[in-house]
């Protein structure tokens, strides 16, 4: 029947190939660093990058799993406005990304990622009718409506970042304050709380509803702290004593979320109801490692001296990006679409995995490593070339895992 409403597998065969573009990308930038590629304007792929890593992988795919939330709570609705809006948003998104690639902020560029924008609005509000319909189970409905709203206070961010492009407005306090302000709301606020919203649904349908309470409580806890961390990420910008505190503070209270998150892993360990695949376990396993180091790192950056650090050092920067958007919320939503929509299935998929996630742990252990040359520590001398392969191991792994879903026959995929 869901074939029929709503084109889960394709769409998640689209937002996958997009992951692979983005990667590729980023290959491309590593090669520029270390070799010649004159015909490339490093700057402009970076911001092409960026934008289509967000609205082209990442938005597709969640999109795509809350849309799969309704079907699986047997919602009536008319599905075709789904598949339109993605539709029209990959289009727009490939020429945002090429716009970018040729001319960087401008007219085009600046254009196309507001019409993702306006994409984005469309889809909220069509959804968030859509939502109020499903007889809320596990607490997810709440996560899924916060994210909605996290979504849409995050544009602001991008919105100004536009105008100050736009109109060649150089203030670098307002222009990494606005970046960063979307960011934040991006990864810390729809990007997550889309992953546990889903996650705490399929909980539900088993029947485990002590993991009602512990969603409860979590959801709290993060939607009280979502907006205060994000002056975390702009401790530099001296703010008054007053922010700073409640920075602090609420880097701090965050620290319950772990005490909420081991309680999950644990009911999750010790459950006979739960039987996930074997590489699902081990692809949650290792999104919960990056969720908790980033918990981690962000009341470490409190500290002046880390803060400096964290902030100060583009590999460190870099680094924890791809801490939070490939670590934890790529790596959820690859273990999602292995346990719910296609196995990664076969030897193409498998050891495409083995290779992504290897290619990404050794990227993120130099990126840390090349901070440390802030502590007068000796620099890698092979740094670069080391994340020039990292980068082609994880362009490789992605390119097998899609080939994999793709050619496999329909009746082999997953539930």
Same mark, same amino acid.
């Given at each position: 029947?869901?074939? @029929? ?7 998640? %065969?689209? +937002? ?10 980023? &290959?491309?930038?590593?090669? #520029?660093?270390?070799?010649? &590629?004159?015909?490339?304007? %490093? ?7 960026? @934008? ?12 795509? &799993? ?7 709570? @047997?919602? %009536?609705? @008319? ?9 029209? $948003? ?21 254009? !196309? ?22 007889? $809320? ?34 203030? %670098?306090? &307002? ?36 993991? +009602? ?59 006979? $109801? ?19 180091? #980033? ?29 939070? !958007? ?90």
């Amino acid at each position: 029947m869901e074939k @029929n409403l709503f084109r889960t597998k394709q769409w998640v %065969q689209v +937002a996958l190939i997009n992951f692979c573009v983005v990667a590729s990308a980023g &290959l491309t930038m590593r090669y #520029k660093i270390k070799f010649s &590629l004159p015909f490339v304007n %490093q700057q402009n792929l970076m911001h092409g990058h960026s @934008n289509f890593a967000f609205v082209g992988w990442l938005a597709i795919a969640l999109m795509t &799993l809350m849309v799969r939330y309704l079907v699986r709570n @047997n919602i %009536q609705t @008319n599905y075709r406005k789904y598949n339109l809006i993605l539709g029209i $948003d990959v289009v727009t998104c490939y020429a945002m990304f090429i716009s970018f690639i040729i001319q960087g902020y401008a007219f085009w560029s600046i254009t !196309f990622a507001c019409v993702t924008i306006l994409i984005s609005y469309f889809f909220i509000v069509f959804y968030w009718r859509d939502l109020n319909k499903v007889r $809320d189970a596990g607490f997810s409905r709440n996560w899924l409506k916060a994210a909605l709203l996290l979504w849409a206070f995050s544009s602001l961010g991008a919105i100004f970042l536009a105008y100050l492009m736009a109109n060649s407005i150089t203030i %670098q306090e &307002l222009y990494f304050g606005a970046l960063y302000f979307f960011m934040h709301f991006q990864y810390n606020g729809w990007f997550l709380f889309v992953c546990f919203g889903v996650f705490f649904s399929y909980m539900h349908r088993l029947g485990l509803f002590r993991f +009602a309470l512990l969603s409860k409580r979590l959801f709290i806890i993060m939607i009280i702290t979502v907006i205060p961390t994000y002056f975390l990420s702009v401790l530099w910008l001296k703010l008054p004593p007053v922010l700073e505190w409640i920075a602090n503070v609420s880097a701090f209270v965050q620290l319950l979320v772990l005490v909420y998150f081991f309680r999950i892993i644990s009911v999750f360990k010790n459950s006979k $109801d739960i039987k996930f695949n074997i590489v699902t376990r081990w692809i949650w396993a290792l999104s919960s490692i990056a969720f908790i180091l #980033k918990i981690i790192l962000q009341v470490l950056s409190t500290m002046p001296f880390l803060s400096h650090f964290a902030f100060g050092y583009r590999p460190v920067v870099i680094g924890y990006l791809h801490l939070s !958007f490939v670590g934890i919320i790529s790596l959820f939503i690859l273990g999602y679409i292995n346990e719910f929509i296609h196995r990664f299935r076969g030897k193409v998929s498998g050891i495409g995995f083995l290779v992504f996630v290897t290619g990404f742990i050794v990227q993120e252990v130099i990126l840390m490593l090349q901070g440390l040359e802030a502590m007068n520590v000796e620099p890698i001398k092979s740094a670069n070339i080391i994340l020039f392969f990292c980068a082609v191991a994880m362009v490789t792994g992605l390119v097998w895992i899609t080939t994999g879903i793709i050619r496999t026959p329909e009746e082999e995929r997953a539930r």
